[in-house]
Every structure is written in C-alpha cells, then in structure tokens.
C-alpha cells in the first residue's frame, strides 16, 4: 500500500472538496459543531460553497517535554463523505513556548478505513525535517532540507499570528517544510460573522492566493479563504452569541 504524501494542510482541504464533488448529496447529513470558548478550545466548520462538510476543534495546551516548556495545539478534523467515505485526521503540534518553531508534529489519520501515523521532527538548527510514515506495521522515512526558521502551517495560522503586530502593508515570509509562502497584510477592516461584527486583518498568502480574517483583537482565525477552480473552501470559526 503506497504511504501519503507529506501534504501542506491547505492541499488536504482541495482534496477533500474534490471527493465533494463525487459524494455532492451524502453531505447534506453531517451535523454542525459545538460552539465552546472556554478553556483554549473553539471550533470551525468546513464549508464547499454554504454547504458545511466538516468540522475542526483546536486546543491549546502549555507542557514540558525534558527541560523545554512547550506549546501544544491540537486540531481534530473531520469530514464526512458518505457513510463508507470520510476522513479523520488528528494532528498534535509541539511547538518552543517562546519562539512558537514547531519541535514535532504527530498525526494519526483515517481515510475510508485506513489508518496512518506520521511524525514530523523539526531540527531548526541544522535546518532539516524528518518525516516517518507508518502504515500497516511498515515505515518509511523521508528527510528534507530547509533554511531555518521552519515552520508549520498550523502553527503559523493558531500560534505564530497570536503574538504578532500585523501592519498594514508588510508582507511576512516563512519557511516551511516543502515550500516558502508569503502573508501580505492588506488591510484592517471591520466584516460581520452571524451578525457579529469584528475589526479584522485581511491577510493574503501566497502561494494558493488564500485569505485569512485575523481578529484584531483576540489574534485568532476567523476565516480562511481557499479558492479553487470549481468553487472554494471556507474554514470559517463558530461563534458564541
């Protein structure tokens, strides 16, 4: 059985909408998110167009692994197809308390039946990640040369953005493991979620021409753009009223 491919998180989501596309009607079932803003954890749904075909919940955790105080995030997605096709992925990211740099990244994911552990260690001194994928018993490593600091898409769009100062027209570079990708801060703005209104950084990436609202305040997504060549993906946060 051939071994996943170390995708950017941004390609999982194309992917999952393109499967969409094949199972449009089997998605009508899937049932929304519980909205919870308490205890570092919050939720975001996956919308194809305004129709919702999954959901994320994203935890904050402080820990020590040896001497090192570290920063967990933890984000479990789940997609439903149709019922003999859906897709759950749980990605754990340990990150430095203070730099946020990724130290490793675990993920456990299941796609129609198969089940596949990948662990990503990120050694940003000498500049280099190793990716191990074990599947059915078997593993397969694969290591990769990138100039440090590297970082983790993840970590960038929940941790990194949470201890930065936007401003307006600076563009931010970052490494990550198999590409480079630019942020552009555009403008503040203020947009309305559910009839909440919201002062925003509206941040472009490059590449995949993503758009990310970042609330001003909290530093926190509430929306991710995607556009694809047959619609686009929307990975939006529940809110609280």
């Known amino acids: 059985m051939p071994f996943s491919s170390p995708l950017h ?9 393109l499967l969409f596309v094949l199972g449009f009607s089997s998605f009508q079932n899937i049932k929304e998110g519980v909205c919870l803003e308490k205890g570092g954890e919050f939720f975001y749904k996956v919308y194809y167009h305004s129709l919702c075909v999954g959901k994320i919940k994203v935890r904050y ?3 020590s692994i040896g001497k090192d105080c570290i920063n967990t995030l933890i984000l479990d997605t789940y997609v439903r197809i149709s019922p003999f096709l ?18 490793k990244v675990e993920r456990k994911v299941k796609f129609r039946g198969k089940e596949e552990d ?17 599947q059915e018993g078997k593993s397969k490593v694969n290591i990769f040369k990138q ?19 936007p401003i307006v027209g600076n563009t931010y570079e970052f490494n990550l493991p198999l590409i480079r990708t630019k942020i552009f801060v555009e403008e503040i703005k203020e947009v309305k979620i559910k009839g909440i209104k919201y002062s925003v950084y ?14 001003k305040n909290e530093k926190i997504p ?20």
């Open 9 to 17: 998180p941004l390609k999982r989501f194309i992917i999952i909408s």
């Open 86 to 103: 859906h897709l759950i992925d749980i990605d754990k990211i340990y990150t430095h308390l203070f730099t946020n740099l990724p130290l």
């Open 202 to 215: 509206i941040m472009k990436g490059e590449p995949k021409n993503f758009v990310i609202w970042l609330d």
């Open 147 to 165: 100039t440090p600091p590297i970082h983790n898409p993840l970590e960038i769009f929940f941790l990194y953005v949470r201890k930065m100062e």
């Open 118 to 134: 990948i662990l990503e260690e990120y050694d940003q001194e000498e500049g280099e990640i190793t990716i191990t994928y074990i």
């Open 61 to 63: 955790s402080e820990n």
């Open 222 to 241: 509430l929306r991710v753009y995607i556009p694809l060549y047959f619609g686009k993906v929307i990975i939006e946060k529940d809110v609280c009223k």
